[in-house]
């Protein structure tokens, strides 16, 4: 008699632990996808800070500070007073000066109705030479006739040569009288004494005018504590620094690497560490014609045995496209991301 046969039941496969297994790889995959293709067409980078122009402002004459009119942090317009240097030795110099061309108009009319020009010793000269040539041609008829001596012959010779010496003398003296109110090419017209006393009373004046430091530009006051009441400022030396309003730009140093696609007037975006949130609008103004070592103080030299390459950063200089809620302050650090496909997003 046979025995009977037991069929033994297969166990089921979990089809659905089998597509979840399946699933987050093939997620993994497509997220990978899709964030790869988001990042092309775009660079990015976190070496990037806010830049404004900054204009040193310094005192072009040397004085003793007398009144600072701003403190730090004030903002001011372009032409307000920010300080002012001591005017009395400035003052002093216009006096000079007016001095000077007070003397020098003097100069000029005691020259102008100098006897020299008037002609009167000249007309005396020519007179003189008229009265001995008539006794010269007396005597010499005279001592034709042996009614006069030679010595009273001589005597008549001896006044008509004196008569013209005098009248050289005349003559000279009105040349150099002429001379001394002669005016060059360079001031026609003008007396040169009064026009150099002229020339020393501008430079006074000009001088006294910048006794009053004023703003050359509109912006914020910063480092102003150098502005100290008695201090002796020297000419040419900064006392203080302003930095304008609506000049600020970013400074992004981009590897060499992310240059390839990237062209002047590409959008771009900035995020700022200090306000997270805010997002600004922008574009790329320049591309910078050196790396930031080729501008180093001391440039790296590459020239040994043991030479390493290192990527090297450029600088690219962003401008924004709107202005921003927030104040922008020189050297925040932003992140700088710039649409080399052209697209904004």
Not at 50 to 67: A, F, M, P
Not at 76 to 89: C, M, N, S, T, Y
Not at 120 to 129: G, M, R, T, V
Request: with cysteine.
């Amino acid at each position: 008699m046979a025995e009977p046969t037991t069929e033994v039941a297969k166990p089921k496969r979990n089809w659905g632990r089998l597509l979840l297994m399946l699933s987050l790889p093939l997620a993994l995959c497509i997220g990978a996808v899709v964030y790869w293709r988001s990042l092309q067409g775009q660079v990015s980078t976190d070496n990037a800070y806010v830049h404004l122009d900054k204009v040193s402002v310094s005192g072009q004459v040397t004085g003793k500070i007398v009144e600072v009119l701003v403190r730090e942090n004030q903002h001011v317009k372009a032409g307000d007073l920010l300080f002012r240097i001591d005017p009395e030795p400035y003052q002093l110099q216009m006096a000079q000066a007016d001095a000077s061309i007070a003397g020098a108009q003097a100069s000029q009319a005691s020259l102008a109705n100098s006897s020299a020009l008037s002609g009167a010793d000249i007309s005396a000269a020519q007179e003189q030479i008229a009265f001995a040539r008539s006794n010269l041609q007396r005597q010499e008829a005279l001592w034709k006739k042996g009614f006069t001596t030679k010595a009273a012959y001589e005597a008549a010779l001896h006044q008509v040569a004196m008569g013209e010496e005098a009248l050289r003398m005349a003559l000279a003296k009105r040349d150099e009288a002429a001379a001394k109110l002669a005016t060059g090419s360079q001031v026609p017209g003008v007396y040169p004494q009064l026009a150099s006393a002229r020339a020393q009373r501008s430079v006074a004046e000009l001088s006294l005018r910048r006794t009053e430091v004023r703003a050359p530009v509109s912006g914020q006051v910063s480092q102003a504590g150098r502005l100290q009441l008695g201090q002796n400022l020297i000419s040419g030396v900064p006392a203080l620094t302003l930095v304008a309003d609506g000049s600020a730009y970013i400074e992004a140093n981009f590897k060499e690497t992310d240059l390839a696609d990237m062209r002047s007037g590409q959008p771009a975006e900035i995020r700022f560490d200090a306000y997270p949130g805010l997002v600004l609008k922008a574009h790329v103004a320049s591309i910078g014609a050196g790396t930031g070592s080729e501008f180093s103080v001391l440039p790296a030299q590459n020239a040994t045995g043991n030479w390493v390459k290192v990527t090297q950063r450029v600088p690219v200089r962003i401008v924004l496209d709107e202005p921003s809620p927030r104040a922008l302050i020189s050297g925040l650090s932003v992140k700088v991301k710039v649409f080399t496909d052209g697209r904004k997003r």
